[in-house]
């Protein structure tokens, strides 16, 4: 038996139509995810639909990204630079000797200066009322700065020629306060009082 195709009038297929748009079910929307987009068509369609905006964004993070890529190439560059010319150096910066700083001339010279090395000392010792006391650092003094917190001279100042005395009457220290002749210095505590009594008294000397 043969079978032919329906046909129907004009005015039936309109009528087919229109109940067949009224159906709830007849129509089915696909949405797509972004994964599915991979090739094809569905791919440029995704992209058709992008606009001008997220286009400019887009490029703005590339030009960043390739930017920090350059950036860090001339980081890189820069660096191998800067270690072969450290390692072209004669010496380089480690191991330095006498040799490289200074001749052998130039050392015996600086050790031939007679006030070319000082030795200093600092520290304390407590007044004990005593005149003429000796106070010793272990080297011939050139200057000592004696400081004595509540006493009645509160500093001293002691050079090879001449000793000062700054507190209740500032000037020359009128006693025997001075630098010894051979070792640390004198504190006099009669006329200068430098050396008064249960007093912790502080002093900084510099060798001649």
């Not at 089915?28 to 369609?45: F, Q, R, W």
């Not at 350059?70 to 330095?96: C, E, M, P, S, W």
């Not at 090395?117 to 106070?135: E, K, L, P, S, V």
């Not at 000592?144 to 209740?168: K, N, Q, R, Y």
């Amino acid at each position: 038996m043969k079978i032919g195709r329906i046909k129907y009038t004009d005015v039936e297929a309109d009528a087919r139509i229109a109940i067949h748009t009224l159906v709830a079910n007849a129509h089915h929307i696909k949405t797509i995810d972004a994964s599915e987009l991979t090739a094809g068509i569905l791919a440029l369609a995704r992209l058709s639909g992008i606009t001008n905006t997220e286009i400019a964004a887009a490029a703005g993070i590339v030009e960043s990204k390739l930017a920090l890529a350059q950036g860090t190439q001339a980081l890189f560059n820069k660096i191998g630079t800067d270690i072969a010319t450290h390692a072209a150096l004669a010496t380089g910066i480690h191991g330095v000797g006498a040799s490289t700083i200074a001749s052998l001339l130039d050392l015996a010279t600086h050790a031939a200066l007679p006030n070319a090395h000082h030795t200093i000392a600092a520290g304390t010792f407590t007044g004990n009322d005593a005149d003429d006391r000796q106070i010793t650092t272990g080297f011939k003094c050139s200057m000592v700065i004696v400081l004595m917190p509540g006493g009645t001279t509160t500093i001293g100042v002691l050079t090879p020629d001449e000793s000062f005395c700054i507190g209740a009457a500032a000037g020359h220290c009128p006693g025997a306060s001075a630098l010894h002749a051979t070792d640390g210095f004198i504190v006099e505590q009669t006329n200068d009082n430098l050396n008064e009594n249960t007093i912790v008294i502080a002093y900084w000397a510099i060798s001649e």
